[in-house]
């Protein structure tokens, strides 16, 4: 039985793992969630199990929760998510699968590696801005950590059992978002609603939106460069609008090994929490003769800058990846609160990302306090 302790339970990733734990009782046993905005949904699903732990936003929240689920532990704020990462630390069954969104979820991260925990990441961000700390610590305390990314769990399939030296490239496909057929000029007048509607995938707003930016590629890229201990020029980026093939590894000899299958995010997670062995009939089946054709179409940087942007600040190293994701997740929520327009969120990743100064190999303390000091900048000149 593997016990596990789940942040963002209420979210997009968070449901459909509730929905493979719910499935395989015998298997799984949730233990621990978290949730923030979704109050009414976090105590739904608290009813379904029998938990030992649940983390909320804020204090008035825990105090309603205390009184519905009296015999649960209840913890708040950013230390309760760190409470739930690393509640029962001898427990030599549990996983934490972090399905946060944004850099909140770098700590819990970090504190459960410490405590010798397995990780199921789908919280990207953590990567981009932590990417350096996660790998150090990896390494030191023998832990496996898995990607639930749809891209990178592709390319775990894909490079299984292969010899590292032996791969050539990585190919990570890009749906091209809501926007990839308007030119810049269109890009002036699109709205929020037009930016929500992806046109392959069901997921939370931020991420939808990243994807429209092509943010999420970039962001993809740093994370694959990090999980697979890869050079970035190695790895290519290619639209293939039917999100079928999810990501391909070119191997020295030329070979190829793609995964594909229909886009369902219920496959990577349960590739992940069942890994070695595989699940029957997880989702429809590919039929080949109903593919009328796969699409593949060359990057243009200059129409996705902050993809371009993304890899030129990995390169730059340090802290440049910090200011990259704060801005971005700062303008994104602007853009969702309709405070700013859809192009504003690159001037202002772009301008954050030129202005700030480099710390070299920053710290969790220094990388915490640069998120919050460009964040507070951005919401004081635009949040009025
Ligand atoms: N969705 C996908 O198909 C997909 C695919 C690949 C990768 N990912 C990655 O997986 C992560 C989660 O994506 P998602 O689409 O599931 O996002 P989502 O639907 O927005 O869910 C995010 C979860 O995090 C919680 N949360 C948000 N802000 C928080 C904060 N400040 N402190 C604590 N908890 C917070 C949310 O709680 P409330 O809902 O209660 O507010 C929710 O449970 C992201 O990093 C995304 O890039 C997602």
Partial sequence: ???????????????????????????????????YNHLDKLIEIASRFSLQMIAVKNESDASVLKEVFPNVTIVEGDEGLVKLSTLNPDDE?????????????????????KIDRNILLANKETLVVGGHLINELLEEHHVNLYPLDSEH?????????????????LIITASGGAFRDKTREELKNVTLEDALNHPNWKMGNKI???????????????????????????????????????????????????????????????????YPKRKENLVEPL???????????P??????????????????????????NAANEAAVSLF???????????????????????IPNPSLEEIIEIDKEIKAQIYKEYEK
């Fill in 287 to 297: 039929d080949f003769f109903k593919l009328s054709q796969l699409h593949f179409e």
């Fill in 336 to 358: 969702i609160k309709k405070k700013i327009s859809f192009l504003q969120i690159e001037t202002i990743v772009i301008n954050t990302v030129l202005k700030h100064r480099i």
């Fill in 153 to 169: 769990n592709a390319i775990w399939q894909a490079i299984n059992g292969e010899d590292k030296k032996t791969i050539k490239k």
């Fill in 1 to 35: 039985m593997k016990n596990i302790y789940l942040l963002g339970a209420t979210g997009s990733i968070g449901t459909q793992t509730i929905e493979i734990i719910e499935e395989n009782p015998e298997e799984l046993n949730l233990v621990a969630i978290s949730g």
């Fill in 208 to 274: 939808t939106i990243d994807s429209a930016t092509m943010m999420n590629k970039g962001f993809e890229l740093i994370e694959a460069a990090y999980l697979f201990d890869i050079d970035i020029d190695k790895i290519q980026p290619i639209i293939h609008r039917e999100s079928i093939i999810h990501s391909m590894v070119e191997f020295i000899d030329n070979s190829i090994i793609a995964q594909l299958s229909t886009h369902d995010m219920h496959l990577p997670i349960s590739y992940a929490l069942f």
């Fill in 93 to 113: 069954n549990g996983i934490l699968i972090n399905a946060l969104v944004g850099m909140v979820g770098l700590k819990p991260t970090i504190e459960a590696i």
């Fill in 299 to 324: 990057i243009n940087y200059e129409r996705y800058p902050l993809l371009k942007l993304a890899i030129e600040c990995f390169k730059i190293g340090g802290s440049k990846r910090v200011a990259l």
